[in-house]
């Protein structure tokens, strides 16, 4: 606290990410990052990009990699909007599209980081309990609102909605914006990106962070009608015109790129989530169905937050909230076969814990 704060920023409650410890031999599965490298094109562009670029600034609007997008998802340039990493993508709309006369409607449990933009801006907010089993149920959502988020698959309980119910959101909130916030959709769940065209108060953001290897480099992208874009682009502009530099520009494309490579890394996390979520089971675990690049799941007996203990003590970092809704759970991040090898033997050797084969 300093004499200079602004008044505003004393009553802040900033986002806490996840640790990034520098330890030797840590086994980092609490922040969600993709454990195979980014795509090999990744590696030629930066090998033989030439430093002395770097005096000029980076294309403001990012334009290579904006087309390859908008190619990608058979859109127009102006469908799509590109920020330094998706949150900052999500701090801008919440700016350009939530602060309005009405209660924004989020889920009691999502992306802890909603919440606090919603705060930043002083902007009203209603937040709608999840289900007894940890779903977003769309039917709770048909108030007056100003504005609707969740993120799909949710985070960080891992459960995706259908198509068809973000559909129907869409259909009743036609007076609302309904931001789909889809950092995990690429490990198994089905994109609203494809609604796009046909409903003009639907924003898409997605990131390049999980599936595509990339948080280093920070890309995210918001997709929607070009009135939406058009907004997005007015807030950045008034704010950062370059928040994209030219490494991410140039590796961003070249990770798009390579399809092959973005469904193999995927399929592989995917396989890794499955088998790795009937091992925990058989330790005892409870894991809800996951969509995403992690598990969230508690122990039948055992605290969620002493078992985090136990497994840092192993150099083994998952993450745990301590918000009540979900004290009693993990969130484990989708690590190599070798590292989940690693978490189940440790988890193993825990006294307490014993394997029961489940069918
Ligand atoms: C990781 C994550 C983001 C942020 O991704 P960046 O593009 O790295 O900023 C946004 N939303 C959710 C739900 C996430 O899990």
Redo the contacts with the bound molecule.
């Keep these: 606290m300093s004499k200079f704060w602004s008044p505003a920023i004393q009553s802040l409650v900033p986002y806490t990410p996840g640790e990034q410890p520098r330890v030797a031999n840590l086994t980092k599965l609490n922040?969600?990052e993709n454990p195979y490298p980014p795509a090999p094109g990744v590696s030629a562009v930066l090998r033989a990009f030439d430093y002395d670029r770097l005096r000029l600034y980076p294309d403001p609007d990012a334009t290579p990699l904006k087309a390859a997008l908008a190619a990608h998802f058979g859109l127009t340039r102006s469908q799509v909007f590109i920020g330094n990493?998706?949150?900052?993508?999500?701090a801008l709309a919440f700016m350009a599209f939530f602060r309005q006369n009405k209660p924004l409607l989020m889920p009691e449990t999502?992306?802890s980081?909603y919440d606090v933009y919603a705060n930043l801006y002083g902007i009203e907010h209603r937040k709608v309990p999840l289900d007894d089993e940890f779903q977003i149920c769309l039917d709770d959502y048909s108030t007056d609102n100003g504005g609707i988020i969740f993120?799909n698959p949710?985070?960080p309980t891992g459960i995706a909605l259908g198509i068809d119910d973000i559909e129907k959101l869409l259909k009743r909130n036609q007076n609302s914006l309904v931001l789909v916030?889809e950092?995990?959709v690429d490990f198994g769940a089905a994109s609203a990106a494809t609604l796009v065209e046909q409903y003009p108060n639907l924003l898409v953001?997605q990131?390049?962070?999980?599936s595509r290897s990339l948080?280093g480099l920070?890309?995210?992208y918001a997709l929607g009608h070009a009135d939406l874009i058009d907004g997005l682009e007015r807030v950045k502009n008034s704010f950062n015109s370059y928040p994209m530099d030219m490494l991410a520009i140039e590796a961003g494309c070249a990770a798009l790129a390579d399809e092959s490579y973005f469904r193999a890394t995927c399929d592989q996390v995917m396989a890794t989530r499955d088998h790795s979520a009937q091992e925990l089971a058989e330790l005892g675990f409870i894991c809800l169905p996951s969509s995403t690049n992690f598990l969230f799941v508690r122990h039948r007996y055992l605290e969620a937050a002493e078992l985090m203990g136990y497994l840092r003590t192993h150099n083994i970092l998952v993450r745990h909230f301590s918000r009540p809704d979900i004290a009693n759970y993990l969130r484990i991040t989708v690590g190599t076969d070798d590292q989940m090898a690693l978490l189940i033997s440790t988890l193993e050797k825990h006294p307490d814990i014993q394997r029961l084969p489940v069918s």
């Design positions: 922040t969600n990493g998706s949150d900052e993508v999500l999502t992306y980081f993120a949710n985070a916030d950092a995990y953001v990131t390049f962070s999980k948080a920070r890309i995210g």
